[in-house]
């Protein structure tokens, strides 16, 4: 069993930065990777960005490149995403989610990508 878990939302004005955190804990290989996802009120789930454990390759929503950053920790049971000059529309509560590579052509930016998810973490951004 895996477990995930997100911390670091809040509120903030726009142009600040806010970083959140997600814990991976459980039976875990160096094959596996992290992803965030946000969902704002009234809209569907969506990829915000997300990093493989073993080469640490990331990826990126083309609305958030430049100003988010996907990163892990050392042990690789620690991932944040770094956001800087947040706007409004980044209100949502965003979601971490791990999986383990189930091919050799694997994807990282859908919903059905994922095995495991967190309960999510709120950030608000006022104008």
């Known amino acids: 069993q895996v477990q995930v878990e997100e911390s670091g939302g809040g509120l903030v004005q726009a142009g600040g930065s806010l970083r959140l955190s997600c814990s991976v804990r459980?039976?875990?290989?160096?094959?596996?990777?992290t992803g965030w996802f946000r969902q704002a009120p009234g809209n569907g789930r969506e990829f915000v960005a997300s990093?493989?454990?073993?080469?640490?390759?990331?990826s990126y929503a083309d609305s958030v490149r430049d100003r988010f950053t996907i990163s892990r920790d050392d042990v690789k049971t620690s991932f944040y995403l770094q956001m800087n000059n947040l706007k409004p529309g980044d209100t949502a509560v965003y979601f971490c989610?791990?999986?383990?590579?189930?091919?050799?052509?694997?994807?990282?930016?859908?919903?059905?990508?994922?095995?495991?998810w967190g309960q999510g973490a709120q950030v608000t951004v006022s104008s």
């Open positions: 989610a791990a999986s383990p590579i189930r091919s050799v052509y694997y994807s990282t930016k859908t919903i059905e990508d994922y095995q495991y």
């Open positions: 459980g039976r875990t290989t160096s094959s596996w990777y």
């Open positions: 990093i493989t454990w073993s080469r640490g390759r990331t």
